[in-house]
C-alpha cells in the first residue's frame, strides 16, 4: 500500500504546479518552457508507474461490498469518461458546456470504479482521482477557466464520440491484460 500512496502523492504534487501560478511561473523561468514540461512530465510518469505497481500490489482488503449494478454503472460512466477525454484533446462543442471535460472524465471514471470495487486500495485510488479532479475544476475556475464560446461543425462531435467508443472498446478488451481484472464475464 506504501508505493500506492507514494505514487498518489508524487502524481497529486506535480499536479498542483499549476494552482500555484507563482511556483509554475518561477519553475517555468528558471527551467524554460520545453524542460518544464519535461520535468512535468518524467515526474507525472514516475507517480503513474508507482500508482499502478502499488495497486497491483497492495493486498485486498475489502472495505464494502458494491451494489449488484455498480459494475454496469462503471461500464455506462467510463464509456462518457472515453469521450469526454477524447473532447479534451480537440475543438468541440462540448467544451461549450464545460471547460474542463478531461477532469469531468476523471469524475466520471474514478465514481464509475468507486461502484465496482469495494476493497480499501480501490477506495484510496479512485476517491483521490475524483478529489483531485475537483479541486481542479474549482482553482482553475477561480484562475479564469472558461467554457468555449464559438460553435464547431457537428461532425467534430460525432468524431470525439466515435474516437470515445473506440478507446472505450480497447480497454474493455485490454482490461484484464493492463490491469488484472476482467469487464467482460461470459
Do not use: C
Request: proline share 5%.
Amino acid at each position: 500500500m506504501g508505493l500506492l500512496i507514494l505514487g498518489l502523492v508524487v502524481f497529486f504534487a506535480i499536479h498542483l504546479l499549476p494552482s500555484r501560478p507563482a511556483l509554475h511561473e518561477r519553475l517555468i523561468a528558471r527551467l524554460g518552457r520545453k524542460q518544464y514540461r519535461l520535468f512535468f512530465s518524467l515526474v507525472a510518469v514516475i507517480g503513474l508507474v508507482l500508482i499502478v505497481v502499488g495497486k497491483s500490489r497492495a493486498p485486498f482488503q475489502s472495505l464494502y461490498l458494491p451494489p449488484a449494478w455498480g459494475r454496469h454503472a462503471t461500464m455506462l460512466l467510463v464509456l462518457i469518461a472515453m469521450v469526454l477525454l477524447w473532447a479534451s484533446q480537440m475543438p468541440t462543442n462540448i467544451k461549450r458546456l464545460t471547460p474542463h471535460p478531461m477532469l469531468w472524465a476523471v469524475i466520471a471514471w474514478g465514481s464509475g470504479h468507486l461502484l465496482a470495487n469495494g476493497d480499501v486500495a480501490s477506495v484510496l485510488l479512485f476517491v483521490s482521482f475524483v478529489l483531485f479532479a475537483i479541486f481542479d475544476i474549482v482553482s482553475a475556475n477561480r484562475r479564469g477557466a472558461s467554457r468555449a464560446t464559438e460553435s464547431v461543425p457537428f461532425r467534430r462531435d460525432m468524431l470525439v464520440v466515435a474516437a470515445g467508443v473506440g478507446l472505450y472498446l480497447v480497454f474493455l478488451g485490454l482490461h484484464q491484460t493492463l490491469f488484472g481484472v476482467p469487464v467482460l464475464r461470459f
